[in-house]
């Protein structure tokens, strides 16, 4: 079974995450912990946090993927994970959530974004997660009633990522496209810079024969 990278292409302005689904079954296999019951106090009065907490994206995991009859794995690097995290920011992406990658939801909002860096140290760690370096964690508030009631009936068990991703492999076959075409045009330029000069000089030997014609 193929396994494919995906990363973003840079010169794509749509790639990259457009949003973060609530889903029952969570594509990268990691459940999020529930922030709830964690009493704050503002202005004396004790709420809820409604936080959701959890993966969005693990690197160099694999991840199943079928399309019709072709079925396959994709994964991220570390790096395309860390610039996913980064765009999804920079673009204000983080008021952008779904349900089941279906219907748009109001009141769900990323409100935290980081990078695991050290697994022993991470915030992650103190809340149960094992999870690889590299990993891209969030935190989202929950402040939609109908998701919070989901979420503590138990039907929505983690985070899965929305957006546009390229193939590496695709990519890099269309790079060398590209740079066969390039190196078969400067060939041509420099077959057409050689028939000039060919020409140019049996031109110059024309003259040079019809100038000493003239002077004998």
């Given at each position: 079974?193929?396994?494919?990278?995906?990363?973003?292409?840079?010169?794509?302005?749509?790639?990259?995450?457009?949003?973060?689904?609530?889903?029952h079954s969570p594509a990268i296999e990691e459940?999020?912990?529930?922030?709830?019951?964690h009493e704050i106090q503002l202005k004396e009065v004790d709420t809820e946090k409604?936080?959701?907490m959890g993966a969005a994206l693990i690197p160099n995991k694999q991840i199943y993927r079928h399309n019709g009859k072709d079925e396959y794995y994709i994964f991220f690097s570390e790096k395309t994970v860390r610039q996913a995290s980064e765009l999804f920011l920079m673009r204000s992406n983080q008021n952008n959530a779904t349900y089941e990658h279906k219907d748009k939801l109001k009141g769900m909002s990323v409100v935290e974004s980081w990078i695991i860096?050290?697994?022993?140290?991470?915030?992650?760690?103190?809340?149960?997660?094992d999870l690889p370096v590299g990993t891209w964690m969030i935190s989202m508030?929950?402040?939609?009633?109908?998701?919070?009631?989901?979420v503590k009936e138990g039907k929505v068990k983690g985070f899965s990522i929305e957006?546009?991703?390229?193939?590496?492999?695709?990519?890099?076959?269309?790079?060398?496209?590209k740079d066969e075409i390039i190196n078969k045009l400067k060939e041509l330029l420099k077959w057409k810079s050689k028939l000039q000069l060919v020409s140019l000089g049996k031109h110059e030997r024309k003259d040079l024969n019809s100038t000493q014609k003239v002077q004998s």
């Open positions: 079974m193929n396994i494919v990278e995906l990363i973003i292409d840079e010169k794509d302005e749509h790639s990259g995450i457009d949003a973060v689904s609530v889903v459940n999020f912990v529930a922030l709830n019951k409604r936080l959701l860096e050290d697994k022993e140290q991470d915030k992650s760690k103190k809340y149960g997660f508030k929950v402040n939609n009633d109908e998701v919070w009631n989901d957006g546009y991703f390229a193939d590496k492999y695709e990519m890099k076959i269309e790079q060398q496209q």
